[in-house]
């Protein structure tokens, strides 16, 4: 059964920077899975932030465009999300979800707070 951590999350002032690393364990074939970082804001439905495909192609909402990074590395079986320029509105739980043909697995979520 795969797990996925998170890690990274905290309380950070507007335009500043955070990294959220997601770590992923029982599985030896983490470079076949699409990997994505979600986020759900209180009262909000959870969204897609980003994604990285196995070949290192990546996407990005509209709303955080320019300023996030989403990059992996295969060998630590972990996937990042770099955030700059934070902004208030990009507070939320922030959740990595695996992704294999269908079979999905999600993290348990780490809280990032962003302060006016």
């Known amino acids: 059964q795969v797990q996925l951590v998170e890690s990274g999350g905290g309380l950070v002032q507007a335009g500043g920077s955070l990294r959220l690393s997601c770590v992923a364990s029982?599985?030896?074939?983490?470079?076949?899975?699409?990997m994505n970082w979600y986020r759900q804001a209180p009262m909000k439905q959870r969204e897609l932030v980003a994604t990285?495909?196995?070949?290192?192609?990546?996407n990005y909402a509209d709303s955080v465009q320019g300023r996030f990074t989403i990059s992996r590395d295969n060998a630590k079986n972990t996937v990042y999300l770099q955030m700059n320029s934070l902004k208030p509105e990009d507070t939320a739980v922030y959740y990595c979800?695996?992704?294999?043909?269908?079979?999905?697995?999600w993290g348990q979520g780490t809280q990032v707070t962003v302060s006016s």
């Open positions: 979800r695996a992704l294999l043909w269908s079979r999905i697995y």
């Open positions: 029982g599985t030896s074939i983490f470079s076949t899975y699409v």
């Open positions: 990285i495909t196995t070949g290192g192609s990546t």
